[in-house]
């Protein structure tokens, strides 16, 4: 990321400076700051001092300490609003929750990673990783993986680079190699499975949701776990999710939506 941000100048420093503060997930020191970033101490001070001055970092005199400021805020609510599929997928997830009764995730690749955008719990609520605006792992997440199966074959081999193979249970796939086999066996059917492969006991079946021309939008999942289902029984609502995934993409044909893979920017209808 540094090297990124040295070839991108100061805006690109001082937004892994705010990646730096909120991976914190809690108010943080300047030195504790300091002790994981790249930047020198008079530079990193100088970045810092910039943000709070423009609303992005709050500084509380009293702790000596810096936490994401309210503007972020605001601008995280705009672009909900206007690069999320959450405001449109809102009331087909309601949908879908309500007929299937497990957990459902609606998610985007956030460069390789996943950023789930919307959540909607089970009738009996599983306690898991994903919230509402976490990001997660791409190559042993359903969604992830749903995603990476339909980007373009050019911008795959980008997007494996950057994942970290972390082997979080004995399930996950922790090779490149291991993982194209799969996500080709995901394109051939069209749908995939987390199969306990970021969590012990969680499973699940996902969709991609891909525009008229091919390019991937996001992706939706049913999620349960071993205790109460089987992925037998959750391919078995993989009509059910891609009704639903094939009415989310149309209803951003309409929108300025961006695709990965594809034009930044669909124009209107």
């Not at 993986?145 to 074959?153: D, G, I």
């Not at 209803?251 to 124009?267: N, S, V, Y």
């Amino acid at each position: 990321m540094a090297a990124s941000a040295a070839s991108d100048g100061t805006v690109a420093k001082a937004l892994e400076v705010l990646d730096l503060v909120a991976a914190h997930g809690r108010a943080v020191r300047f030195s504790d700051l300091l002790a994981d970033s790249p930047y020198p101490k008079a530079t990193l001070y100088r970045l810092l001092q910039t943000l709070v001055g423009q609303g992005m970092l709050a500084f509380d005199p009293h702790h000596s300490s810096y936490t994401l400021g309210i503007r972020l805020v605001r601008l995280a609510h705009v672009a909900w609003q206007q690069s999320s599929l959450a405001p449109i997928a809102r009331p087909h997830l309601d949908r879908l929750s309500a007929e299937v009764g497990e957990t459902v995730h609606l998610a985007q690749l956030d460069h390789a990673q996943v950023l789930y955008v919307d959540k909607r719990n089970a009738r009996e609520p599983v306690h898991m990783y994903s919230q509402a605006g976490k990001v997660g792992p791409a190559y042993c997440t359903g969604v992830g993986k749903a995603m990476l199966a339909f980007v373009p074959e050019t911008d795959l081999p980008a997007l494996l680079a950057q994942q970290s193979w972390h082997r979080f249970t004995d399930k996950t796939f922790t090779t490149p190699e291991a993982l194209q086999a799969e996500l080709a066996a995901i394109r051939a059917r069209g749908f995939a499975f987390d199969d306990e492969e970021h969590e012990p006991g969680i499973i699940c079946v996902a969709l991609p949701i891909l525009s008229s021309r091919g390019g991937v939008l996001g992706a939706l999942s049913v999620t349960s776990t071993t205790a109460r289902t089987t992925l037998a029984a959750l391919q078995g609502l993989v009509p059910t999710i891609s009704q639903i995934a094939q009415t989310i993409a149309q209803e951003t044909e309409t929108w300025r939506f961006p695709e990965q893979g594809a034009h930044p920017l669909r124009k209107r209808a």
